[in-house]
């Protein structure tokens, strides 16, 4: 139902390029079948409890696609989403506190908007500015406090369109999320999610919700959002360069670092190096690196399993010159790893005090970076993810993306769509920001924020 044909604008500025965003209605999806009276009622897991309460986003890209008009694909959009939400219940549902989700239907709010501008021209300098305007709402709104799913359909002059999401972290993982956008996208192009699969809520049986109250509450830890204090920049890392990176990061402890490892080390390393040149204090580092309990955990979780299955496991570098090199950063990203996957996860389940272990975890880390004596770092990766596979019938997407959350010394890292490649967007307060840009070692390796359209300019 359309809740209002409301009119605003919400405008980029970038140098002296003003784009308009016009969002121009705003529905609200409801599952295509009602929701059984025996699912109403969803208790949040252990994790979900701990989860903060913000939204991840999500962006899509696509080219023009003459063949389907622009009102076709946003009623295929809407009905499948509709019939989504009859799989994805909870999400049409609303939040009871950190308890529970009430799955009653309420729906999930749809906006459709447009911009006055081709794709192109958005996507030769694509800024996080300009990402925030192609999602329903900031990644910490107030609506985060009840929303489980807001999802914004955004066409452009060429005919390109942009599809967001913002999921609450209450419910979903990254992997959770990338699994929500593969069945919708499966419901539109296929009519059905056999490929993908039906997705599974069980985290509640290996993570049972902790006994919280308002006296002892969940050790939540919140993201501070730091919007006019953070920039969000985006740095490329080809397949070439990785590989060149990886060989300069290999060491005898470390013979073969992953992708992931040789980007977050260098990334850490040069990081490290602003903070302690803007501060001029030589503070331990941390890096929070993420971590999916899917399949570490036994038995393990299914591929559809739903939830904030994430946790993180901790790298830690003191001053010295010894820790400033690459090959020694690897070394404690994987020693790092190792002590998780050897001493931690086999605590989380099967042990009566699990819940307990979960939560001064948390604890310590939210202790950790409220104290101040540390300078703390954390990484999330969505790589290998297959999210240039989402295809809602109109083709691929030309460019994925996270808008940023915005906060201080958060870096988030996905595949470039060519593959083998990373794309790293990095949040640093301003100073620290222009140093780490800067960087003659990162620019041996990195691009600072190319074109990504330039491949494909023929179908734009």
């Given at each position: 139902m359309n809740?209002?044909?409301?009119?605003?604008?919400?405008?980029?500025?970038q140098?002296?390029?003003?784009?308009?965003?016009e969002?121009?209605?705003r529905?609200i999806?409801?599952?295509?079948?009602?929701?059984p009276?025996?699912l109403?009622?969803f208790?949040?897991?252990l994790?979900?409890?701990?989860?903060p309460t913000?939204?991840?986003?999500?962006v899509?890209?696509?080219?023009?696609?003459?063949r389907?008009k622009?009102?076709?694909?946003?009623q295929?959009l809407k009905?499948?989403?509709s019939e989504?939400?009859?799989?994805f219940y909870?999400?049409?549902?609303?939040?009871?506190?950190?308890i529970?989700?009430?799955c009653?239907?309420s729906?999930a709010?749809?906006?459709?908007a447009?911009?006055?501008?081709?794709?192109?021209n958005?996507?030769q300098e694509?800024?996080?500015?300009?990402?925030?305007?192609l999602?329903?709402t900031?990644?910490?709104s107030?609506?985060?406090k009840?929303?489980?799913?807001l999802?914004q359909?955004?066409?452009?002059?060429?005919?390109g369109?942009a599809?967001?999401?913002?999921?609450?972290?209450?419910?979903?993982?990254?992997?959770?999320?990338?699994?929500?956008m593969k069945?919708?996208?499966?419901?539109?192009?296929?009519?059905?999610?056999?490929?993908?699969?039906?997705p599974?809520f069980?985290?509640?049986k290996?993570?049972?919700?902790?006994n919280?109250?308002?006296?002892?509450?969940a050790?939540v830890?919140e993201?501070e959002?730091?919007?006019n204090q953070?920039l969000?920049?985006r740095f490329?890392?080809?397949?070439?360069?990785?590989?060149?990176?990886?060989?300069k990061?290999s060491?005898f402890?470390?013979?073969?670092?992953?992708?992931?490892?040789a980007?977050s080390?260098?990334?850490w390393k040069?990081?490290?190096?602003a903070?302690?040149?803007?501060s001029r204090?030589?503070?331990p580092?941390?890096l929070?690196?993420?971590a999916s309990l899917?399949?570490?955990?036994?038995p393990?979780?299914?591929e559809?399993s739903i939830?904030?299955l994430?946790s993180?496991?901790?790298?830690k570098a003191e001053?010295?010159e010894k820790?400033?090199?690459?090959q020694a950063l690897?070394a404690?990203?994987r020693?790092?790893?190792q002590?998780?996957?050897?001493?931690?996860?086999?605590?989380?389940?099967?042990n009566?005090?699990a819940?307990?272990?979960?939560c001064n975890?948390?604890?310590e880390?939210g202790?950790?970076?409220?104290s101040g004596?540390?300078?703390?770092?954390?990484?999330t990766s969505?790589?290998?993810f297959g999210?240039?596979?989402?295809d809602?019938?109109?083709?691929?997407?030309?460019?994925?993306?996270?808008?940023?959350?915005?906060?201080?010394?958060?870096?988030?890292?996905?595949?470039?769509?060519?593959g083998g490649?990373i794309?790293a967007w990095?949040?640093?307060n301003?100073?620290?920001m222009?140093?780490?840009?800067?960087?003659r070692?990162?620019?041996?390796f990195?691009s600072?924020?190319?074109?990504?359209i330039?491949p494909?300019?023929?179908?734009?």
């Amino acid at each position: 139902m359309n809740l209002a044909p409301r009119f605003f604008v919400r405008r980029i500025h970038q140098k002296s390029l003003t784009r308009v965003v016009e969002v121009i209605s705003r529905d609200i999806i409801k599952p295509s079948t009602p929701t059984p009276n025996h699912l109403k009622n969803f208790k949040l897991s252990l994790l979900e409890q701990l989860g903060p309460t913000i939204f991840g986003p999500m962006v899509f890209l696509y080219s023009a696609n003459n063949r389907i008009k622009p009102t076709q694909k946003l009623q295929n959009l809407k009905k499948s989403l509709s019939e989504t939400l009859t799989h994805f219940y909870p999400l049409a549902g609303r939040l009871n506190g950190n308890i529970s989700i009430d799955c009653n239907d309420s729906g999930a709010d749809f906006l459709e908007a447009q911009v006055n501008s081709p794709l192109s021209n958005l996507l030769q300098e694509p800024s996080s500015e300009m990402l925030e305007q192609l999602i329903p709402t900031t990644v910490d709104s107030i609506e985060a406090k009840t929303k489980l799913l807001l999802a914004q359909a955004t066409f452009f002059k060429c005919g390109g369109m942009a599809i967001g999401v913002c999921v609450s972290h209450k419910l979903t993982d990254a992997t959770s999320l990338g699994l929500f956008m593969k069945s919708w996208s499966a419901i539109s192009s296929r009519g059905s999610i056999k490929t993908v699969g039906s997705p599974v809520f069980d985290t509640c049986k290996i993570f049972p919700p902790g006994n919280f109250s308002e006296s002892t509450p969940a050790p939540v830890v919140e993201p501070e959002i730091m919007m006019n204090q953070t920039l969000s920049k985006r740095f490329v890392f080809d397949s070439w360069s990785i590989e060149a990176l990886q060989a300069k990061a290999s060491s005898f402890e470390v013979n073969q670092p992953t992708r992931v490892e040789a980007v977050s080390a260098l990334i850490w390393k040069l990081a490290m190096k602003a903070t302690r040149t803007v501060s001029r204090t030589s503070k331990p580092s941390i890096l929070a690196n993420s971590a999916s309990l899917r399949s570490r955990v036994s038995p393990p979780f299914t591929e559809n399993s739903i939830g904030n299955l994430v946790s993180y496991f901790a790298a830690k570098a003191e001053e010295g010159e010894k820790q400033r090199k690459l090959q020694a950063l690897v070394a404690e990203i994987r020693k790092a790893k190792q002590r998780f996957r050897d001493n931690h996860i086999p605590k989380l389940v099967g042990n009566r005090d699990a819940t307990e272990i979960i939560c001064n975890y948390q604890r310590e880390a939210g202790d950790m970076i409220a104290s101040g004596d540390f300078d703390f770092y954390i990484m999330t990766s969505a790589c290998r993810f297959g999210l240039y596979e989402i295809d809602f019938g109109w083709g691929k997407p030309v460019w994925f993306a996270f808008p940023s959350v915005r906060q201080k010394n958060i870096v988030a890292l996905v595949d470039t769509k060519e593959g083998g490649g990373i794309e790293a967007w990095v949040n640093l307060n301003e100073q620290e920001m222009k140093l780490f840009e800067e960087d003659r070692e990162l620019l041996d390796f990195a691009s600072v924020n190319p074109s990504v359209i330039q491949p494909f300019l023929h179908v734009l």
